[in-house]
């Protein structure tokens, strides 16, 4: 059976969407509120809005917006309210899983937009809503930015004044690194006297990336390099591996490329390599780079209760460097958990 579909181009249209739990963060992104606003629900969906508490200043204005749109395309009892506060998310498995438990019962389908959440919710969610909804598919939607930070010229400017490369860049939407967040419920199960693998899904964030690396000093490091979906952005491949080459040499290490945009293929390679590794390493991995690696992340970690996922989470986010515009939507399914894991699932909706 088919976990996880290829991501196709989502065509908006005027009719209702197939959905009955529609899941969304007030990101302050233009391309968060992108899917909200061009398409319709039924009167029957339910309707989950995560917003943040954290210091950005247009926060109170960008969840006024989120709000009034929201009640106007969901009926009022329908919408459940569930809030991230960023400088502590420890507490978002106990607040989701209470709604969860308000939310009356229905069959259909889950509609999850990540482009508004970060590596650690989107995996948190996850584990929440496969859960309670074992049954359901589940269709996960990714809005991509027209802009992200830096631009070429940008690069191009650093590659200059850099004649031997790009060791660093300035500070991106995510500002500087805070501290490692290890969520229980992705402990893993780690062995008395293993050695330990970290995969990183390596981005343009190297404080974050360095920061992982160095806590947990890992015995052998597998760093997966991003490769844009969007051929527009094939520089930001070079940058990535540029920011990162420092770390090549300081352990045993591998490296491989991997879709920025194709969990599918995300998935499979870091599967391929555990293979090889799970017999004498304990796995941990560390999103980093992209939204849509993430789910992959989270994916391989349902599959494989005993790895670990690490978060090196930012001090906090700056509202001027975040990514700008609208491009592609795109969509992908994930079969339902039940199937997957009818023999092996031990875990209970209630255990948070």
Known sequence: MEIITDPEVYEYHKNDIDCDLFVLAEGFEDRAYHFLLNNNFSKEAYCIAFNYKNSVVQNEVIHKKYKNKITQKFS?????SVMIDSDDPRDLDKTLHDKLEKIPGFQGKVWFDISGFPSYAICM??????????????????????EYSPSKAQYKKLLNKQREGVDFLPSSMAVDMNE?????????HRTRDGSNCLVVFAGY?????SGVINDMNPSMLLLLYGLPGDERFYWRHDLSKQLHKRFETTRNTATEDVSTLNPKEALDRIEEYYEYLFDDYDVTVSPVCSKMQSVAAYLFWERYNEVQLVFPLPIGYDYDRRPKGVAKTYCFSVS?????????????????
């Open 76 to 80: 009022n009892n329908r919408i459940y």
């Open 125 to 146: 969610v996850l584990r929440l809503l496969r859960l309670s909804y074992p049954t359901l598919v589940f269709n996960i939607i990714y809005t991509a930015a027209k």
């Open 180 to 188: 490692i967040f290890i969520p229980e419920s992705f402990s893993g």
């Open 205 to 209: 964030d190297s404080p974050r990336s």
């Open 336 to 352: 339902p958990r039940a199937l997957l894991f009818r023999n092996r699932d031990n875990d209970q909706v209630n255990s948070v």
